[in-house]
């Protein structure tokens, strides 16, 4: 999003001699949220906005001007990166691949050499290395709580080979064994169903609204709006309802892994 609305609510707290924090409580707001919207990263609520004209005494400026939300750009994973490092709990849906934050290294590899035009090389390795760094969230035992829901097609769809195949079905289990993920798996006999046009993330965080991040081919959006959001968890969760339960999903990822690692 463009930034002229965080810089211009910096201006106006500076020229009224206020920290963010002094503004956060005359707005009843959290000093955090109040900097993600300063630095571009956060869209506040109507009511947000209301609040901060009153305690900035603005009048009506920032209610009115609003940015608009949920404008899709490609570039937009970068906010989402930032908010992903914040979160607390990460719910996730995914149709074509497996989830970044789960990717093996030779997995994640193999994804990214699907892009077109094709990457050259350096950045292909600049990338790898992101995703990669991206995985660490979860070295924390306990923080950010993550599930998964999955689609059963794609654990069929080999990419790379059914070694790369075998390696990364083998990496979800050992997370799901040792507590740190859930994954939930959506059988291909399921037919259509909510979630399934692309990828997506809710998230939520201590002191903060939560979010959703949806993504499609060349496509990329941070949703902010309460009742986008909204939405997009309930969509989620009437998905999750169709899905295999813990133990079955488990049970299906073990056996797909098996199966690869004898083929490869």
């Given at each position: 999003m463009s930034n002229i609305y965080g810089d211009w609510l910096r201006e106006r707290r500076e020229a009224a001699g206020l920290t963010q924090q002094q503004l956060a409580d005359r707005a009843v707001m959290t000093r955090s949220h109040i900097a993600h919207i300063e630095a571009g990263r956060r869209v506040p609520s109507k009511g947000d906005a209301q609040r901060l004209d009153k305690a900035l005494g603005t009048g009506n400026v920032l209610s009115s001007f609003l940015p608009q939300e949920d404008v899709?750009?490609?570039?937009?994973?970068?906010a989402a990166l930032e908010l992903e490092k914040q979160a607390v709990v990460i719910r996730e849906s995914a149709v074509m691949f497996v989830p970044g934050l789960l990717q093996t290294k030779r997995y994640a590899r193999s994804v990214l050499g699907t892009t077109f035009p094709p990457l050259r090389d350096e950045e292909r390795d600049r990338r790898l290395v992101t995703r990669l760094e991206r995985a660490k969230l979860l070295d924390d035992p306990v923080t950010p709580t993550f599930w998964a829901l999955l689609d059963e097609g794609l654990l069929h769809r080999v990419v790379g080979d059914k070694g790369v195949m075998a390696e990364q079905l083998?990496?979800?289990?050992?997370?799901?064994?040792?507590?740190r993920i859930r994954v939930h798996v959506m059988p291909r006999g399921t037919g259509a169903y909510p979630v399934m046009q692309g990828m997506l993330s809710l998230m939520w965080f201590e002191d903060q609204p939560p979010v959703a991040y949806s993504e499609g081919i060349r496509v990329a959006q941070v949703h902010d709006s309460p009742a986008v959001v909204e939405q997009l968890q309930g969509a989620y969760y009437l998905a999750l309802s169709d899905a295999l339960p813990l133990r079955e999903s488990l049970a299906l990822l073990k056996a797909t892994a098996k199966d690869y690692d004898h083929d490869a």
């Open positions: 899709a750009v490609a570039d937009y994973f970068e083998v990496h979800l289990v050992d997370l799901m064994e040792s507590g």
